[in-house]
């Protein structure tokens, strides 16, 4: 099973890492982007106080309105719910990356040994 050290050690290069360990320490901005990226998921198609409803734009909602036309591109009550578990999905893995993202550390540097100690 990779970690999330294991990733960030595979897909990041050190300035990368150095950049994301900053910017995962600024708690605020950390969790503003968290809550701006999930917001699409939580958020869409909820109704607010003073605006107009508009069903279309939830993301389930959308699905099922799809499914319920009789065109060709009808979805099956399996494709929805395939569709519908995917997103779900989607979501945790994204709230997964971000959990992860919290518990990095900065690697230890191992200083390797320049003279040999037994002499």
């Given at each position: 099973m990779t970690t999330a050290?294991?990733?960030?050690?595979?897909?990041?290069?050190?300035?990368e890492l150095e950049a994301l360990?900053?910017?995962?320490?600024?708690?605020?901005?950390f969790n503003a982007l968290k809550k701006y990226v999930l917001a699409?998921?939580?958020?869409?198609?909820?109704?607010?106080?003073?605006?107009d409803y508009?069903?279309?734009?939830?993301?389930a909602l959308n699905l099922a309105w799809r499914a319920t036309q009789s065109s060709d591109n009808a979805q099956s009550d399996e494709q929805l719910g395939q569709s519908l578990r995917a997103m779900t999905y989607a979501t945790q893995l994204?709230?997964?990356g971000f959990r992860e993202?919290?518990?990095m550390e900065k690697p230890e540097k191992v200083e390797e040994l320049t003279t040999n100690p037994s002499e």
């Open positions: 050290q294991d990733l960030s050690n595979e897909i990041l290069n050190e300035i360990l900053r910017f995962k320490e600024d708690k605020m901005a699409v998921v939580y958020k869409h198609g909820v109704v607010k106080s003073g605006e508009n069903g279309n734009i939830n993301f994204i709230e997964g993202i919290a518990e």
